[in-house]
């Protein structure tokens, strides 16, 4: 069945917007009686049956509802430096939603080529990745703001209650991220810029509790590297589960 976004699913029934009405209606021309899934992107699915065909305001009976089955039991926050071509970094949101990711911020660092990013344009694309996999919660995109402002923002979280990693090219003292991640744990993961990080930078994290990390051998560019991240965590909690 296809997911449809709506406001609130609280009640009996609930009203597509019109973007999403058009699709349902038009496009794939479901009718009285057809389900569907829906959610407000707050964590709960709900199946549900067409019951008005409206081309610009579809209303649907709510029939069952159930917490998102791919909730993950971690929660995985990005903060990746905005790519010099927009595209690039719009690519990686997208695909990171459809494997698993929470939070994305978009960070400037002292090497970015781009100080601007937006927003608007990836929490749509977020969206429609969160649909086409089926997922029942919205991830957050932030908007840009800068590394420094991020750093600070942390100190509110204790740093022994989140995984802090952050991934760099330069420097012998880093390890591989399945040497420090433990599956379970809540992550956050800093990608820098095509230019990497400074020094400055790396310092500012690691006395915020970052741990050093490299992706390997192979220079990647920031979405690739940061991909990777969202990956390679994911995998980790899929294959080896934290014990109850």
Not at 31 to 37: K, R, Y
Not at 71 to 100: D, M
Not at 163 to 180: K, S
Request: one cysteine or more; hydrophobic letters at 35%.
């Amino acid at each position: 069945m296809h997911l449809f976004l709506t406001e609130d699913t609280t009640g009996p029934y609930a009203q597509l917007s019109a973007e999403e009405s058009k699709h349902c209606v038009r496009v794939l021309r479901m009718g009285v009686g057809d389900e569907l899934w829906v959610t407000s992107g707050n964590g709960i699915l709900c199946r549900a049956r067409v019951c008005n065909p409206d081309d610009r305001a579809c209303e649907v009976e709510i029939l069952e509802r159930m917490p998102d089955p791919q909730r993950r039991p971690f929660r995985l926050h990005i903060a990746v430096a905005p790519t010099k071509n927009s595209a690039r970094l719009e690519w990686f949101v997208e695909k990171a939603v459809e494997i698993g990711v929470d939070r994305i911020t978009p960070v400037i660092c002292d090497h970015s080529e781009r100080g601007s990013q937006r927003t608007d344009r990836l929490q749509k694309l977020a969206l429609s990745a969160m649909k086409q996999s089926l997922k029942a919660t919205s991830p957050v995109i932030d908007q840009p703001m800068k590394l420094t402002d991020f750093l600070k923002a942390l100190d509110s979280i204790p740093a022994g209650n989140q995984c802090r990693l952050v991934c760099y090219c330069f420097g012998d003292e880093r390890h591989l991220l399945h040497e420090l991640y433990a599956p379970g744990r809540d992550a956050v993961v800093l990608i820098g810029p095509e230019g990497d990080f400074s020094e400055r930078e790396i310092q500012s994290a690691l006395a915020k509790g970052f741990l050093p990390v490299t992706l390997g051998n192979s220079r990647l560019r920031t979405e690739t590297a940061a991909l990777y991240a969202v990956t390679a965590l994911n995998f980790m909690n899929e294959q080896y589960p934290p014990t109850p």
